[in-house]
């Protein structure tokens, strides 16, 4: 056998060898589980001692900015023992666990471990007390880790299945598409103004966006915020009667029912906007989430919002669905 042929008898080998180890890996599932599921696994020193109360407090909390009392995640509780291939596929699970080989409380995220997408954040401590300590610490972290994954897996669902006719009237009327569900089969349109929505009496999802000069200040402004976006809702959201349009709840000392934060979301630094909207003289009402961003060539605020009716039934699943598909706003390139 001369060198060029061994050469070529390595290289093959080694090629196959490549080959093998690639298929032989294997792929990750599928993640299942409904949008705002959390599977929480836990010791059986915590289910049987008082921590089993600071561990709901963390998944069993009241939703933000629903106006209405829900838990924040739709909870499934089960033993380390009863954690089998089962329950590997589910989409957000969190494990809480005493464990003596770590010195102090910690907490971990990892993500798609046994599916895709998928998050598993576990939190270990020493001994009872020191992880009662960092649970009240850490309350506010676990669950804000767990809901931007469930918002962000959201927006990837509408990428291949979304409502065509809200992103062709949104690019025909300010030169920008999203994906919102496909339920959206109405829109309306005006001056730098798109209304889109389901048309439902209940269950009812809807999708915002308008604009109004900027000024130059920062947009953190909640106030200046609230009027520019109720006489925008004004004009173009009226109701049945002339007397009769969408605002912003208002508290009985007239301060604005919102929960604003500033954030920064896929490079983009935002004003987010939860509150709750109104029928001026009417009885309608529900919630509402908002992305409120500058347009610094353009001179304007641009607003990114959607908002929910459903008065007698369940608003998280619907809002955390509409706040994934805002993350899919995009400016159609020229």
């Not at 696994?41 to 600071?54: A, E, G, H, R, T």
């Not at 992305?291 to 608003?315: A, C, M, R």
Request: charged letters at 25%; a positive charge; proline letters at 4%.
């Amino acid at each position: 056998m001369n060198k060029k042929t061994l050469l070529l008898l390595v290289l093959s080998c080694a090629l196959l060898v490549v080959a093998c180890d690639k298929n032989d890996k294997p792929a990750l599932a599928s993640s299942k589980g409904l949008p705002c599921e959390l599977l929480v696994v836990c010791d059986p020193q915590i289910m049987n001692s008082d921590l089993k109360d600071s561990v709901k407090a963390i998944t069993e909390a009241d939703a933000p900015g629903l106006g209405s009392a829900e838990n924040i995640f739709r909870v499934n509780n089960i033993g380390t023992a009863g954690y089998t291939s089962v329950f590997w596929a589910m989409h957000s699970k969190v494990f809480f666990q005493i464990d003596k080989a770590v010195k102090t409380p910690v907490v971990g995220v990892s993500r798609n471990v046994k599916a895709k997408p998928e998050i598993e954040v576990f939190v270990k401590a020493p001994d009872i007390d020191s992880m009662r300590k960092f649970l009240s610490e850490q309350r506010e972290f676990i669950q804000q880790v767990i809901m931007e994954f469930q918002v962000t897996r959201l927006s990837t669902v509408t990428q291949n299945k979304y409502s065509k006719k809200v992103s062709d009237d949104l690019k025909a009327v300010a030169g920008y598409t999203i994906k919102m569900p496909t339920d959206m089969v109405a829109t309306k349109k005006g001056k730098d103004f798109l209304w889109g929505g389901s048309n439902r009496a209940v269950r009812d999802i809807n999708y915002l966006f308008y604009t109004y000069p900027w000024d130059g200040n920062d947009i953190n402004d909640v106030e200046r915020f609230a009027q520019k976006r109720d006489s925008v809702l004004k004009v173009n959201i009226p109701g049945a009667q002339p007397d009769q349009w969408m605002e912003t709840c208002r508290g009985d000392d007239g301060e604005t029912v919102v929960w604003p934060r500033m954030r920064t979301i896929d490079g983009k630094t935002l004003l987010e906007v939860r509150g709750l909207w109104e029928l001026h003289n009417g009885y309608m009402g529900g919630p509402f989430v908002a992305h409120v961003l500058v347009d610094t060539v353009g001179q304007k605020v641009i607003v990114s919002e959607g908002f929910v009716y459903n008065p007698d039934g369940q608003k998280r699943d619907l809002m955390r669905q509409l706040e994934g598909c805002l993350r899919t706003l995009r400016k159609v390139e020229q």
